[in-house]
């Protein structure tokens, strides 16, 4: 499967960011798909996950309640609507997609490339 991360930006402290992954290839519908951030110098980390149906969702403890993660089965999206963002947000971000149903692993089968999202303070 093929994954392509979209609509990063530069924005300010508080402000809305809302990003796309979009899928190609093997069904999209049978498999979980994460966000993950990596900022300079740090590891890469998990930021959300949802489920195949998009019935379940997970969420690091640092955008819990202001991150929220969806899927569109049918267009093959998934979107990460980041809002109250914060300087710290800032990073490039990527979408993962994998077999497993488990939302707590950090083990995925896909990578898209990133996209940057820049939160000035």
């Known amino acids: 499967v093929q994954l392509q991360a979209s609509g990063g930006g530069l924005v300010q402290a508080g402000d809305s960011l809302r990003l796309s992954c979009a899928a190609s290839?093997?069904?999209?519908?049978?498999?979980?798909v994460g966000w993950f951030r990596q900022a300079p110098g740090k590891e890469r980390e998990f930021v959300a996950a949802?489920?195949?149906?998009?019935?379940?969702?997970y969420y690091a403890d640092s955008v819990k309640g202001r991150f929220t993660i969806s899927r569109d089965n049918a267009k093959k999206t998934v979107a990460l609507q980041m809002n109250s963002l914060k300087p710290e947000d800032t990073a490039v971000y990527y979408c993962?997609?994998?077999?497993?149903?488990?939302?707590?692993?950090?083990?995925?089968?896909?990578w898209g490339q990133g996209t940057q999202v820049t939160v000035s303070s």
């Open positions: 290839g093997r069904p999209f519908s049978s498999l979980t």
């Open positions: 993962a997609a994998k077999a497993g149903v488990l939302l707590n692993t950090r083990i995925y089968d896909y």
């Open positions: 949802v489920s195949w149906s998009g019935g379940e969702t």
